[in-house]
C-alpha cells in the first residue's frame, strides 16, 4: 500500500504563487504515472495536472494551463506542482494520486490507484 502526502497548501493572495509537493512512501513511486486533482466545496473532484513515471508526458486542465507546472523527482519520491498566478476559481482542496499503470492520456480520478488526504488552498482576493 502506498502512502502519499501533500504538502505546501495554504493562504496565498489573487496573483500570488504556491509550490505543492507529495511525497510517496515507495520506491515504486518512480514507476507510477503521477496526478494533482482538486476539489472545491459543492463540487466534483476535478483533474489539474498529471505527469508520467519520467516525466516526459504532462498533462494539464485548460483552466491551470500556462500557470500550473507539474514536475517530479523520482529520487525523493516527491511530485510538485508549482501555482502561479493563482486565481479565485482556484481554491480547493488539491489531491495527488498515483496509477500504477503506464497512462498516455489524461488520467480519469476513478482511474486511480492511491490518493492522498489532500491539502487546502485558499486564494484571497
Known amino acids: 500500500q502506498v502512502q502519499l502526502v501533500e504538502f505546501g497548501g495554504g493562504l496565498v493572495q489573487a496573483g500570488g504563487s504556491l509550490r505543492l509537493s507529495c511525497v510517496a512512501s515507495e520506491r515504486t513511486f518512480s514507476t507510477y504515472t503521477m496526478g494533482w486533482f482538486r476539489q472545491a466545496p459543492g463540487k466534483e473532484r476535478e483533474f489539474v495536472a498529471s505527469?508520467?513515471?519520467?516525466?516526459?508526458?504532462?498533462y494539464y486542465a485548460d483552466s491551470v494551463k500556462g500557470r500550473f507546472t507539474i514536475s517530479r523527482d523520482n529520487a525523493k519520491n516527491t511530485v510538485y506542482l508549482q501555482m502561479n498566478t493563482l486565481k479565485p476559481e482556484d481554491p480547493a482542496v488539491y489531491f495527488c494520486?498515483?496509477?500504477?499503470?503506464?497512462?498516455?492520456?489524461?488520467?480519469?480520478?476513478?482511474?486511480?490507484?492511491?490518493w492522498g488526504k489532500g491539502t487546502l488552498v485558499t486564494v484571497s482576493s
Open positions: 505527469i508520467s513515471w519520467n516525466g516526459g508526458l504532462t
Open positions: 494520486a498515483a496509477d500504477t499503470r503506464p497512462v498516455t492520456t489524461i488520467p480519469r480520478a476513478a482511474g486511480m490507484d492511491y
